[in-house]
């Protein structure tokens, strides 16, 4: 089915490893973005790209890395994992096409640092 | 940064019920979308509103975005326990399409 997906669905690691959390889709989608959702914190946006090669930050962007090197991918890069980076993460995409346009997410990772 | 305040926060009603959700700011949004997450999932959306004073329904659903586009009110009619989920709202403004999202409305329709 076309969508967003996200790999892993769940993550451990220890404080210091870096990783990196894998977004694909299949739509063809110029816009992507990565957030991260904590229990009352909401979703926050950590980095997103409006097409290959350009990427930019978000409200939350330290401590996380991207690359948009093709359309369909959007890795998100934990360099040094810290315990204050344990949440959810979800990628998602738009075609940014038409006044009323919405975006599609992933069904998230779970990362837990210990 | 723009804020979007959603209230209320939690929400437990009997099936039937009816019920609003509110999202407001003040700040000026060029679209507000609405989107439900159930536990284990990403956010799926419902509708996206753009025009000020636009009403949209989808089957039980309305969607209203306030006519200085600052606002928007989700409204359930005769609730039921499908409903349940984490209801939330989402601002975009600029030109560079990033969401701003409220916290959300944790919404449990028991049977």
């Known amino acids: 089915n076309a969508g967003v997906t996200q790999t892993p669905k769940f993550q451990v690691l220890k404080t210091g490893q870096s990783m990196t959390l894998q977004c694909a889709q299949d739509?063809?989608?110029?816009?992507m973005s990565w957030y991260r959702q904590d229990p009352g914190m909401g979703l926050r946006l950590i980095h997103y790209s409006v097409g290959a090669g350009i990427t930019d930050q978000g409200e939350v962007p330290n401590g996380y890395n991207v690359s948009r090197s093709t359309t369909e991918d959007f890795p998100l890069r934990l360099l040094s994992a810290a315990p204050s980076q344990t949440s959810v993460y979800f990628c998602?995409?738009?075609?940014?096409?038409?006044?009323?346009?919405?975006?599609?997410f992933g069904s998230g990772t779970r990362l837990t640092v210990v | 940064t723009q804020l979007l305040e959603q209230s209320p926060q939690f929400l437990s009603i009997q099936e039937g019920e009816n019920l609003t959700v509110y999202c407001n700011s003040s700040?000026?949004?060029?679209?507000l979308q609405w989107y439900r997450q159930e536990p284990g999932e990403g956010p799926v959306l419902l509708v996206t509103?753009?025009?000020?004073?636009e009403v949209k329904k989808l089957k039980r659903l309305t969607f209203q975005f306030g006519d200085a586009r600052k606002d928007s009110s989700l409204h359930i009619t005769a609730a039921q326990p499908g409903d349940t989920g984490l209801y939330l709202c989402a601002g975009v403004s600029g030109s560079n399409y990033k969401l701003t999202f409220g916290k959300g409305t944790l919404l449990t329709v028991n049977p």
């Open positions: 998602a995409s738009s075609a940014l096409r038409g006044r009323d346009y919405g975006y599609t």
């Open positions: 739509m063809n989608h110029e816009y």
């Open positions: 509103v753009v025009t000020g004073g």
């Open positions: 700040s000026v949004f060029s679209s």
